[in-house]
Structures are given as structure tokens and as C-alpha cells.
């Protein structure tokens, strides 16, 4: 009987341990599906994390992208910052130039900081740059109001004229196309004509192609090459290619882009680059120096380009052409005058589409009195004179010319750029700066 009760201790003291080592298991298991279920938990919530601050991350460096976009419509200089503290991160903004109208922009964000960041993301964006830009088409070498063309011995018109005052020529003058000349008070007078003659008028000319007359009496000591018509109906008031609504709104563009209060002088061999600006004085560029334009200029005061001078386009504009303009709102008589002296180079971006035009709205209407006075060497450009006179000195050769009238002096030229029929004229960046494409860098 003692055996059996010492076997049944024995047997309860086995299934007790038996039973402690199960619960021990058994809390042990537990634990550990516990440790590895918190494991889970944990990565999980870290992960959630990380992706929050990625999604974080992401949104930071595309409002960079924007932000960018933002100032450089404030203030075309704009060149990027760095350190930008939010209460989400840090933001870093670089600003790389492709060329005159596009540039690149790199946003970076650090989350939460830039010293200990968790994450970071760099966000690449190009924007560009809607253009300013107006079509002009100059489909004559000279177009002229009722101020008319005087041209001096030996002067040259290659290409086509259109007046709506009396062309008069003198010795050796030549217009290589057609003359029109407008009104019945107005002729052709005094120049070899090679292409055809139109007008009320025709006297003391050699019309070398065919003429367009009012009658048999308004033919005088003229000779005719090709066929004659009289009756012919006058040639219609031609006006100017170029309105002042249109020069107000180049000026728009050059005022948007900076304001320079004073006289802006270029001398003795220094190299300057400016555009799109307005200058509340004058201009000045001489002895050597070279001007580069980057934009439209609008000038409040004179423009003076003398001594070996060089105007040029910056490269960026390609085939378009761009303008500088000479004009004071309140005081057209004084100012707004353009003298273009001995030895200056005017030329456009390289391209051979490419021209600057210089347009003056002052109201000198004489030879000696001009708003616009153009010497010698005075290669490729376009001038135009809205309510003047234009003066073309010795030897000067232009693209072309516009203006209330024009003088040609001794040996002066105007070639005719036949591309100027569709020229297009830049004003530059406009006030709108925009994202074309982007991409996640990192």
C-alpha cells in the first residue's frame, strides 16, 4: 500500500513538471509570436513612416520645382537657394541656364533636416520660356510717308520702294525694283528706274521696265523701256508697316525686364550685355565696345553708337531679330534721336534671318534736323522712323528703311533682305515661365 501511494507521489511530481514544462513552452511560443507579430509591427510602422516621409519628401522638392518657377517669373535673374527650412524638411533649389529660353531646375528635399535627413528626393524639372514676339513684314527695301525719298548722286536702292511722298533722284541714282508713289501731287522724278513705275507722275526718269502713269501729260522727258499705260489708277496710300501700338507693347517687354535710371554709356574696348531693359536716360556705345543684346531696349533719352562700335544679338535668338527703340513719352521733338557714326557694326545672332531694328518715334523731319541719322558702315539693320526723317550719310549700307522720309546720301545704299518679307522679332523671355517635363533624380 505504501508502495503505490509513494508510486502515485511519484507519478504527480512527474505530470506537475511535465505540466510547468508545457506552460513554460507554451509562454515561451507565446512570447515569441509576440516578439516576431511586434517585429512585424514595428518594420511596418517604420516602413509607413519612411514612405510618409517619402511621399513627404516628393511633394517638397515638386513645390520646389514650382516655387522656382514662381521667382523666376518675379525676377528673371533668379538663380536658385539653398537651406529653405519648412516644418516638414529642408529644400535646396539650383538653377542650371540651357539658353536664352530654357533652363533646368533641381529641387532637392531632406526630410526631416538636411543635417540627419531620412530621406531625400531630387526632382530635375526644364521650364522655358513663352516668347514675346510679333511677325513684321517689310515687303519693301523702303517704305517711306508723305516726307517722300530724296536720293543723292549715286545712290542705290536695291530692292523695291513704296512712297507716299516724291521720290527725286540725282545723278547715277538707281532703284533696282519697282517704284510706287502715291498721290496725285507726287511723282518719280530724276532716277533710273529697273523695274516697273507707278505713279501719278513720271518725269526726268529712265523707267527701264514698264510705266504706270495718269495720262499722255503726266509722262515728262522720260523714257520707257517697257510698255507704257497711261490711265493708269494712282497707287494707294502705302502708310508705315508698323503701328504705334506695336512699339508700345515692344516697350512693354523691354521695361519687364529692368529699369536702369540714368545714361548707360559702353566706351573705350569694354564689352557690355543687356536686354530686356528700359533706360530712363541715354545710350551710349563707342570706341571700340561691344553691345549684346539679350532682350529688347527701349531708350527714353538719344542713342548714340559711334568709333568702331559693335551691336549685336546674343546668339540665343537664332533666326529671330530684336529691336532698340528711341522714344520719350513726353518730349518727342528733343529726344528719342539715333546717330549711327563712322565704322559701327549692327548685326543680328549669326543667323542670316537674324537683324536688329532701330525705330525712333522723334519728329525731326530735315535732312539737317533727322530723327534717325545713319553713317558710314552702318551694315545690317533695319531703321525706322515712325514720325521722322531718316538720314543715310556717305557709303552707309542698310537692310532696310521706314520712315515719315528718307534721305540717301552721296553713294548711300539700302539692299533689300528678302527675308525680311516674314521677319520675326523677339522681345525675349515674357512675363510667363513654365515646367515642360520633369523626373524623379532620386
Known amino acids: ?70 521667382k523666376i517669373n518675379q525676377n528673371s535673374g533668379y538663380v536658385g537657394e539653398s537651406n529653405l527650412s519648412f516644418p516638414t524638411g529642408t529644400l535646396d533649389i539650383a538653377i542650371q541656364n540651357i539658353d536664352q529660353n530654357n533652363k533646368y531646375v533641381t529641387a532637392t528635399a531632406y526630410i526631416p533636416n538636411k543635417t540627419a535627413p531620412k530621406v531625400t528626393r531630387r526632382i530635375g524639372g526644364k521650364i522655358y520660356a513663352d516668347i514675346n514676339q510679333t511677325d513684321v513684314s517689310f515687303r519693301y527695301g523702303v517704305q517711306v510717308g508723305s516726307l517722300g525719298v530724296n536720293m543723292s548722286n549715286n545712290a542705290k536702292i536695291i530692292g523695291n520702294v513704296y512712297s507716299d511722298g516724291t521720290i527725286t533722284g540725282g545723278n547715277g541714282s538707281q532703284i533696282t525694283g519697282d517704284a510706287y508713289v502715291s498721290g496725285i501731287a507726287n511723282k518719280i522724278y530724276g532716277v533710273e528706274v529697273d523695274g516697273n513705275s507707278h505713279a501719278h507722275t513720271i518725269q526726268n526718269t529712265d523707267a527701264n521696265g514698264n510705266a504706270y502713269y495718269f495720262s499722255a501729260a503726266t509722262l515728262i522727258n522720260s523714257s520707257v523701256a517697257g510698255t507704257k499705260y497711261p490711265g493708269s489708277v494712282d497707287p494707294a496710300l502705302g502708310g508705315l508697316p508698323i503701328s504705334q501700338a506695336t512699339i508700345d507693347q515692344w516697350e512693354t517687354w523691354a521695361a519687364a525686364g529692368s529699369v536702369y535710371n540714368g545714361n548707360y554709356s559702353i566706351t573705350d574696348g569694354v564689352n557690355g550685355t543687356i536686354g530686356p531693359i528700359k533706360i530712363n536716360g541715354n545710350l551710349t556705345v563707342t570706341n571700340g565696345s561691344t553691345l549684346t543684346m539679350t532682350g529688347p531696349i527701349w531708350v527714353t533719352g538719344n542713342i548714340n553708337f559711334s568709333n568702331n562700335a559693335t551691336v549685336k544679338l546674343a546668339p540665343s535668338f537664332g533666326a529671330s531679330s530684336s529691336m532698340i527703340i ?62 521722322g526723317m531718316v538720314e543715310v550719310s556717305n557709303n552707309a549700307h542698310l537692310k532696310s528703311v521706314s520712315g515719315l ?18 521677319a520675326n522679332f523677339s522681345g525675349g523671355p515674357g512675363g510667363s515661365w513654365k515646367v515642360k517635363e520633369w523626373q524623379i533624380l532620386h
Open 326 to 387: 528711341a522714344d520719350s513719352p513726353t518730349n518727342k521733338a528733343t529726344y528719342g534721336k539715333v546717330v549711327v557714326s563712322n565704322n559701327v557694326t549692327i548685326q543680328g545672332s549669326g543667323n542670316a534671318a537674324s537683324h536688329i531694328m532701330i525705330v525712333s518715334t522723334n519728329t525731326g523731319s530735315t535732312t539737317s534736323n533727322p530723327a534717325i541719322n545713319a553713317g558710314n558702315n552702318s551694315s545690317a539693320v533695319i531703321y525706322y522712323a515712325i514720325s
Open 405 to 422: 522720309g528718307l534721305h540717301l546720301s552721296n553713294g548711300a545704299q539700302v539692299q533689300y533682305d528678302s527675308g525680311l518679307a516674314d
Open 1 to 70: 500500500m505504501k508502495q503505490n501511494h509513494k508510486s502515485q507521489i511519484t507519478n504527480y511530481k512527474l505530470n506537475k513538471g511535465s505540466a510547468w514544462a508545457g506552460v513554460i513552452i507554451l509562454i515561451f511560443f507565446v512570447i515569441s509570436i509576440g516578439l516576431v507579430l511586434t517585429s512585424d509591427v514595428t518594420g511596418t510602422l517604420v516602413k509607413a513612416k519612411r514612405a510618409d516621409q517619402a511621399v513627404v519628401a516628393q511633394t517638397l522638392a515638386e513645390a520646389g520645382v514650382e516655387k522656382a518657377v514662381w
